[in-house]
């Protein structure tokens, strides 16, 4: 799931007037799950749980490194995506500078350095095979990149090598089935709750994209906001609508033959002008917005929100209920990015730790946590510095 992820430091609670404006550029990243085909090669990068030292210079504090996505294979093997940050980007006035890609083969206790790109990224994707997707750039209101083309990152290898993708479609929350096999939201049309409410497939390693009916269209209301396939045949469409304070409609969708049809799992009441939800859907919380989705393929998955925290359900989208409550809650702190594995393990990026007693403002940065009893318990992993 990867896991679709909006940047760090732009993940806190705002008011509903500027998620309006930001929602054409913000996701969530889903990722499909299955073993590393090969692990990475060795030689790692320690990381410990405090942040790295940082340099008195304002040359130094000006630029950091601001976590944007993770996405596992298994408990072991698993992709980092970072951005370097600078004042003016993390406003939105310039582009970042760059991005970096990290792989671990211990479950995040060390990093390898796998590659340094020019350009900012926003999240990553992987897929059986050792198969990897990264999404760069970020568009939207507040940010000078436009929404009219893709710069994907795809690794066949497990993220020894990368290839450039220069998709003709913009597109996000990437949820690939291989290498060369993926579905994806357009970007240009990302959450648009009055615009057209479609899908993308690419088979060709992303150059070009089909557009796919999404069943989004049968809700009248939310817009296709995340898609998240755990096998060529059965996946997940994720809708939302516009936000209000605290609250945004949203809407969930399986399908078991590869998009031909849908079928509603839960949703939000009230639900397209109804009291309740239809008869036999499941209920979804209408507090939290900006959602993500990471599901499995034995029934199990993660969905997080602004100002909700994390849900899990056990019923494949059917029941949702809360988890990891002494890690994230509502306003204090919110989910970037998590990846949900099917043996009761998963990995959990957070913006910032609860306030408590750790935190004395340089421990305030970003959390990289995991747990492998379904959420009950919680290792931290890694610390960033704050900005």
Not at 78 to 93: D, K, Q
Not at 196 to 221: A, F, I, K
Request: glycine share 10%; charged share 15%.
């Amino acid at each position: 799931m990867t896991p679709v992820a909006a940047p760090a430091w732009r993940r806190k609670p705002l008011l509903a007037v500027v998620l309006v404006a930001l929602l054409a550029g913000l996701a969530s990243g889903c990722s499909s799950k299955s073993a590393l085909g090969s692990a990475p090669s060795p030689g790692t990068v320690p990381t410990t749980t405090t942040p790295s030292p940082q340099s008195s210079s304002a040359a130094t504090a000006a630029r950091l490194l601001e976590p944007d996505g993770i996405a596992f294979w298994n408990r072991h093997q698993g992709l980092l995506v970072e951005t370097v940050t600078t004042p003016a980007c993390r406003a939105g006035s310039s582009r970042c500078p760059g991005g970096h890609i990290d792989s671990t083969t211990d479950g995040g206790r060390t990093w390898t350095a796998t590659d340094r790109v020019p350009v900012p990224l926003k999240a990553v994707a992987t897929a059986p095979g050792g198969a990897a997707w990264v999404e760069t750039g970020r568009c939207g209101a507040a940010s000078p990149d436009a929404c009219t083309s893709s710069l994907l990152l795809v690794s066949a290898d497990g993220g020894r090598r990368w290839r450039k993708v220069h998709s003709a479609e913009s597109v996000t929350s990437v949820s690939p089935l291989s290498s060369t096999a993926a579905w994806a939201v357009p970007a240009s049309r990302h959450g648009n709750p009055t615009g057209p409410r479609q899908l993308v497939y690419t088979d060709n390693g992303g150059q070009r994209w089909q557009t796919e009916p999404s069943p989004c269209t049968q809700s009248r209301g939310p817009g296709t906001w995340a898609v998240d396939f755990t096998t060529p045949r059965t996946g997940w469409v994720l809708c939302a609508g516009e936000p209000a304070t605290d609250m945004q409609a949203k809407a969930l969708y399986v399908t078991t033959d590869a998009g031909r049809s849908w079928r509603l799992r839960a949703t939000t009441p009230p639900f397209a002008g109804q009291a309740a939800a239809p008869p036999g859907a499941g209920h979804l919380p209408l507090v939290g917005y900006l959602p993500g989705l990471d599901m499995t393929g034995n029934g199990t998955g993660w969905m997080w929100a602004d100002r909700r925290g994390l849900s899990a359900t056990r019923t494949d989208g059917h029941s949702w209920t809360r988890v990891a409550s002494g890690i994230v809650d509502d306003d204090a702190n919110s989910v970037v990015a998590a990846s949900l594995l099917g043996d009761q393990s998963g990995f959990l990026l957070i913006n910032q730790p609860l306030r408590d007693a750790r935190c004395d403002g340089r421990r305030c940065g970003p959390e990289l946590l995991a747990t492998t009893d379904d959420g009950q318990h919680w290792t931290t992993l890694r610390v960033w510095a704050s900005a």
